[in-house]
């Protein structure tokens, strides 16, 4: 599980991916039990999860793409189902009125507004934090950098918060009166500078937005890519 690579990521073990054949694992972890010994780390999860088969890591894969289609597949046929209908979800009266809906869905300007913005907001996320993640990963991977252990502990950590706590840093960051980023503005601005509204201006909240979410996201790619080097 996502809980237990990132509980060995920390504890400074390799993690090698490998794709899953008929004795294949997802995953399996470089057989590192005398780094395991050195680091007290001998405990009956360690032990077993290192040493554990590639067949033992893939005994429940039947479950897991049980629980998919049970959870994901088939709630998504169905609300796909209930868009053929012109229906409010509650009466029991239901008209079948085919594509109608995506006809006046993708007439709505609002809505086009909102696939722009979203995909400007994966183009820029998604490149942004895959290029940074590859640099750090690099920097990370080398031998002898002092603290190495302490910096991809302090990279990975955003990615663990919640979305709540990261929404109260960032609102407190982008805060227009009090925030960290106006008031660093204003040591180059001076003091009497109208305030920038970060989360307030249409024409950079979506770049703002996107800071919050790299920020979030580099560290689990980071580990993603030093597994690979």
Known sequence: SPRKVSWLFMQGFTIKYYPCEAEGGDFVVNRQL???YKKDMTSTF????ISGSPKAMCEYREEKVL????FMILPTFNIFRM??????GFSSRRTFVGF??????FRDMKF?????????????????????AIIFAAILSREKIKGQNFFRVVFYIPNILSIVIISAIFSAIY???????????????GADAEPVYWLGDQSIVIYSLAGAMIWQAIGY?????MASM
């Open 100 to 105: 109608e809906n995506f006809t006046k869905l």
């Open 175 to 189: 805060d227009a009166n009090n925030g960290m980023l106006n008031s660093i503005l204003a040591l180059f601005r």
């Open 83 to 88: 868009s053929l209908y012109k229906w409010g």
């Open 221 to 225: 790619y980071m580990v993603m890519y």
């Open 112 to 132: 086009l507004q909102s696939v722009e913005n979203t995909l400007l907001l994966i183009v820029v996320v998604s490149v942004i934090t895959m290029s940074l």
């Open 67 to 70: 629980l998919f289609f049970v």
């Open 46 to 49: 360690a032990t077993q999860f």
């Open 34 to 36: 005398d780094l395991a």
